[in-house]
T-cell receptor
């Protein structure tokens, strides 16, 4: 069974700081997706990474797919209160989800 | 292009009643996934359907739960004889392709069993 481990589970930082959250697995995925979910809403797709070593940028968010396609990271530069939410990574097979990192940015 | 539509947004049922949750996928999407989410937790896969076919129901409880995606109309997740433990948010997602590529989610149905 493929599993996705996300760390940290919770992260609370001040506005303006940088942060990195991780999504790790012992299995190889053909693609990984990152979603953000806000309270009371469904997850919203942020990015899909497909190629090992791939880096994608979305404004202040930088996503990287590991060379072996087993892990991924999300780096946020100069975090803002609007970045607050649950960040979920998902693998390709049946869209397996990690439990998420709950991020809270303090103004 | 309308997004994935789920209804109702909130559903209250008494123990023993039936709950029917509906999901209309995005236009052009023929693959639907259902997930359950408990408070403060991630999404747990339940079932993956294509039009008129159940592809994978490995995450679905063996009893009381069923899902369908007919040729015409929305996908339905049906929970019979609900119990308090069924209270959760149920999300559906749709995808244009097989093998779980990018999926687009609805806003969920929050089921409360009283």
């Amino acid at each position: 069974t493929q599993l996705l481990e996300q760390s940290p589970q919770f992260l609370s930082i001040q506005e303006g700081e940088n942060l990195t959250v991780y999504c790790n697995s012992s299995s190889v995925f053909s693609s990984l997706q990152w979603y953000r979910q806000e309270p009371g809403e469904g997850p919203v797709l942020l990015v899909t990474v497909v190629t090992g070593g791939e880096v994608k940028k979305l404004k202040r968010l930088t996503f990287q797919f590991g060379d072996a396609r087993k892990d991924s990271s999300l780096h946020i530069t100069a975090a803002q209160p609007g970045d607050t939410g649950l960040y979920l990574c998902a693998g390709d097979d049946k869209i397996i989800f990690g439990k998420g990192t709950r991020l809270h940015i303090l103004p | 292009n309308a997004g994935v539509m789920q209804n109702p947004r909130h559903l209250v049922r008494r123990r023993g009643q039936e709950a029917r949750l509906r999901c209309s996928p995005m236009k052009g999407h023929s693959h639907v996934y259902w997930y359950r989410q408990l408070p403060e937790e991630g999404l747990k896969f339940m079932v993956y359907l294509q039009k008129e076919n159940i592809i994978d129901e490995s995450g679905m409880p063996k009893e009381r739960f069923s899902a369908e995606f007919p040729k015409e109309g929305p996908s339905i997740l049906r929970i019979q004889q609900v119990v308090r433990g069924d209270s959760a948010a149920y999300f559906c997602a749709s995808s244009p392709h097989s093998e779980g590529t990018e999926a687009f989610f609805g806003q969920g149905t929050r089921l409360t069993v009283v």
